[in-house]
């Protein structure tokens, strides 16, 4: 068989049978798609061709013998504890983790009394002094820090920005806080909105607290700044954004002094260098609360188009270093990577 022929013999076969050949001359080969696997047999072959060869027409044999015996019918209970993988290699009795584990807990939890996190006592704490930098991962909770920080700057008379990057979401802030204060003490001011501009507490984008503390350096604006105690900055990873980075640099830098500064964010990798940066332009240091335990475990997932879900990993929650994929996520990929993949048109 020449080179050409094998690729050609190869590329009609089906992505579980290349796998079956890979085993033992290609490392990790469940990991390669149709066409590299194709490539990587292809290279193995300088030293051993022959053995390919008969491997090769050995399994397209054994699949014609399966093929053409009685088709069974789907299996509706758990897979053999025998089965061989899609890569030919044995798999353990039963996948470490099943769709019922993955799935476990979600929903809503059991109503009970609201118990603050001790980062979010820090936060509040330190804002009564200093500047305050929340970096925790996200759903852990920085509204409530955002929500508490806000009531006590209104019950000491005090005024508040609240600044988000996106005007949806300012607008969902704004409905939010609206239940939360009542509609006379919330005001927006977007691009496209403008309302109750006169309330203590002002949700806008940071494109617009920018201008406003533009025009405020030069003169007249129908904001007032001088009782300004809070500005709180959602999603503060914008800071770093190439395009848009500027736009929080500036608000940070022309921010009135006498006015605290929170910056919420679930992903600055270097919150210590903000801080840092914080505490030399501002005249209070700035306060850093940081952790990175995330109260809501990601669960990953493998999803087929036709709507089959499995645990992608064999453990739960977000692994670290290198995880072993599920038997059955692998299984479904290789089987989305047959249906997909087209043998290479020369
Ligand atoms: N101390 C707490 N105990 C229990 N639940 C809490 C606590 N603090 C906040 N929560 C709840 O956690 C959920 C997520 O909170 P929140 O939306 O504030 O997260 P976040 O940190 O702002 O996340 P994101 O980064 O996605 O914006 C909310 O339902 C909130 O009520
Ligand atoms: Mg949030």
């Given at each position: 068989?020449?080179?050409?022929?094998?690729?050609?013999?190869?590329?009609?076969?089906?992505v579980?049978?290349?796998?079956?050949?890979?085993?033992?001359?290609?490392?990790?080969?469940?990991?390669?798609?149709?066409?590299?696997?194709?490539?990587?047999?292809?290279?193995?072959?300088?030293?051993?061709?022959?053995?390919?060869?008969?491997?090769?027409?050995a399994?397209?044999?054994?699949?014609?013998?399966?093929?053409?015996?009685?088709?069974?019918?789907?299996?509706?209970?758990?897979?053999?504890?025998?089965?061989?993988?899609?890569?030919?290699?044995?798999?353990?009795?039963?996948?470490?983790?099943?769709?019922k584990?993955?799935?476990?807990?979600?929903?809503?939890?059991?109503?009970?009394?609201?118990?603050?996190?001790?980062?979010?006592?820090?936060?509040?704490?330190?804002l009564?002094?200093?500047?305050?930098?929340?970096?925790?991962?996200?759903?852990?909770?920085?509204?409530?820090?955002?929500?508490?920080?806000?009531?006590?700057?209104?019950?000491?008379?005090?005024?508040?920005?609240?600044?988000?990057?996106?005007?949806?979401?300012?607008?969902?802030?704004?409905?939010?806080?609206?239940?939360?204060?009542?509609?006379?003490?919330?005001?927006?001011?977007?691009?496209?909105?403008?309302?109750?501009?006169?309330?203590?507490?002002?949700?806008?984008?940071?494109?617009?607290?920018?201008?406003?503390?533009?025009?405020?350096?030069?003169?007249?604006?129908?904001?007032?700044?001088?009782?300004?105690?809070?500005?709180?900055?959602?999603?503060?990873?914008?800071?770093?954004?190439?395009?848009?980075?500027?736009?929080?640099?500036?608000?940070?830098?022309?921010?009135?002094?006498?006015?605290?500064?929170?910056?919420?964010?679930?992903?600055?990798?270097?919150?210590?260098?903000?801080?840092?940066w914080?505490?030399?332009?501002?005249?209070?240091?700035?306060h850093?609360?940081?952790h990175?335990?995330?109260?809501?475990?990601?669960?990953?997932?493998?999803?087929?188009?036709?709507?089959?879900?499995?645990?992608?990993?064999?453990?739960?929650?977000?692994?670290?270093?290198?995880?072993?994929l599920?038997?059955?996520?692998?299984?479904?990929?290789?089987?989305?990577?047959?249906?997909?993949?087209?043998?290479?048109?020369?």
């Amino acid at each position: 068989m020449t080179t050409d022929e094998l690729e050609k013999l190869l590329a009609v076969q089906p992505v579980s049978l290349l796998h079956q050949l890979g085993r033992g001359r290609i490392p990790r080969h469940f990991r390669l798609g149709k066409r590299r696997l194709i490539e990587a047999l292809l290279r193995s072959t300088a030293t051993n061709r022959a053995g390919l060869e008969s491997d090769l027409l050995a399994l397209m044999k054994d699949g014609d013998r399966q093929q053409s015996r009685p088709q069974a019918q789907p299996r509706t209970e758990p897979a053999s504890p025998r089965r061989q993988s899609v890569s030919g290699e044995p798999e353990s009795a039963e996948p470490a983790t099943d769709l019922k584990a993955f799935l476990e807990g979600i929903g809503v939890p059991e109503p009970s009394p609201f118990v603050p996190d001790p980062w979010q006592d820090e936060a509040l704490a330190h804002l009564a002094e200093t500047d305050v930098i929340v970096s925790v991962p996200t759903g852990s909770g920085k509204t409530y820090v955002a929500v508490e920080a806000t009531r006590r700057a209104i019950d000491t008379e005090r005024t508040v920005i609240y600044t988000s990057p996106l005007k949806a979401l300012s607008n969902t802030k704004f409905t939010e806080f609206s239940k939360l204060f009542g509609a006379d003490r919330v005001g927006i001011l977007t691009g496209d909105r403008r309302d109750n501009t006169h309330a203590p507490l002002l949700i806008m984008t940071t494109e617009i607290l920018r201008n406003l503390l533009y025009d405020a350096a030069g003169g007249e604006i129908d904001v007032r700044l001088d009782t300004l105690g809070l500005v709180i900055m959602d999603e503060s990873q914008y800071l770093a954004d190439p395009e848009r980075g500027v736009v929080w640099e500036e608000t940070i830098i022309f921010c009135p002094s006498q006015a605290r500064l929170l910056l919420l964010s679930a992903s600055i990798g270097n919150p210590q260098d903000i801080a840092a940066w914080l505490s030399s332009i501002r005249p209070t240091p700035c306060h850093l609360v940081r952790h990175n335990r995330r109260t809501v475990p990601l669960r990953a997932g493998y999803l087929h188009p036709s709507g089959k879900l499995a645990p992608l990993f064999r453990s739960v929650g977000i692994p670290h270093g290198h995880a072993s994929l599920h038997p059955e996520s692998k299984r479904l990929f290789s089987q989305y990577e047959a249906e997909t993949l087209q043998p290479r048109s020369r």
